[in-house]
């Protein structure tokens, strides 16, 4: 498998942006720009109500609502309608999935490939994989690090990649390294990635380490890139104006990739041949 690309390319030309408002109303908001991150945005419209407690998105139309009730659930857009699953438009994954207070919200995030990360309290960072094809989990709970009480915030940007936020505002950049030799290893961190992000909320990624968030003190949806290739940052640009009011931001985790689109992830489900679930077997601590 190769490694990640100095280049960024959207396989659509677009992103489609989920803002959630606190009435549990859920709008699609297609950002036209996602790999230079400009203030262009194509057609918009809602999707869904009665989405209450937290919302997630993950790759090809897959998303994820917790309910304030604990309930995980899974349901997919195909790009005019829900899907239905057995006659209803969503299928209970677990239950006890508390990430909906605002303590503990932006203690989860879903990559390009679906694997949901999640950093509980005590510091424990684990990875939950459910198969879109099999429809079964996976891996469930798969520890990969531990003691990382630090951090208040996760986003997981690209396949394997996942960053942290500590109360300071500074970004950790963690990641599973699947291409340079023939067992993955989980690779930390020795320097921050970038600083001053205390202030945002709503941390959400396209996919290829692209970042989206909500500036909480003025309202702007703002877009940053990494290439970790280059190790290069693009800081801030506003793409939006007005996102304050909003109680969840979230984006397709897989609009963008710096890796092969034919090893991606489809509304059909994962395309790399179960490497996904090998790659995390062979990293976590469990």
């Known amino acids: 498998m190769p490694g990640p690309s100095t280049t960024l390319t959207a396989r659509y030309g677009l992103a489609p942006v989920y803002p959630c408002g606190t009435t549990g109303d859920l709008h699609l908001f297609e950002h036209s720009t ?25 790759p090809s139309g897959w998303m994820f609502s917790i309910t304030t009730g604990g309930e995980l659930r899974l349901l997919h857009y195909n790009g005019t309608n829900w899907d239905l699953f057995n006659g209803s438009q969503y299928v209970v994954l677990a239950q006890g999935w508390s990430y909906t207070a605002a303590n503990t ?15 509980d309290t005590l510091g424990n960072l684990k990875a939950h994989y459910y198969n879109f094809t099999t429809k079964q989990w996976a891996v469930q709970g798969a520890l990969l690090d531990t003691g990382l009480t630090q ?14 936020r500590n ?4 970004m950790y950049r963690y990641y599973i390294d699947f291409w340079s030799a023939a067992t993955a290893t989980w690779v930390k961190p020795t320097t921050t990635v970038t600083t001053g992000w205390a202030n945002l909320k709503n941390l959400s990624s396209a996919g290829g380490e692209t970042f989206y968030a909500v500036n909480q003190n003025n309202g702007n949806l703002l877009w940053y890139s990494y290439n970790p290739v280059a190790i290069t940052w693009k800081s801030a640009k506003i793409i939006g104006s007005g996102w304050n009011n909003e109680q969840d931001v979230v984006v397709q985790s897989n609009a963008c990739s710096r890796f092969p689109w034919d090893t991606a992830c489809t509304s059909f ?6 490497a996904v679930i090998t790659r995390l077997n062979q990293v976590k601590k469990n």
Do not use: K
């Open 34 to 58: 996602p790999t230079t991150g400009t203030f262009a945005w194509g057609d918009n419209y809602q999707v869904g109500s009665g989405w209450q407690g937290r919302v997630l998105a993950g």
């Open 269 to 274: 489900g994962p395309q790399d041949g179960g």
């Open 151 to 164: 951090y208040n915030a996760i986003v997981a940007t690209s396949r394997g990649v996942v960053y942290a």
């Open 167 to 170: 109360a300071a505002g500074a």
């Open 105 to 119: 919200r932006y203690r989860i995030s879903v990559d390009e490939d679906g694997v949901i990360y999640t950093l």
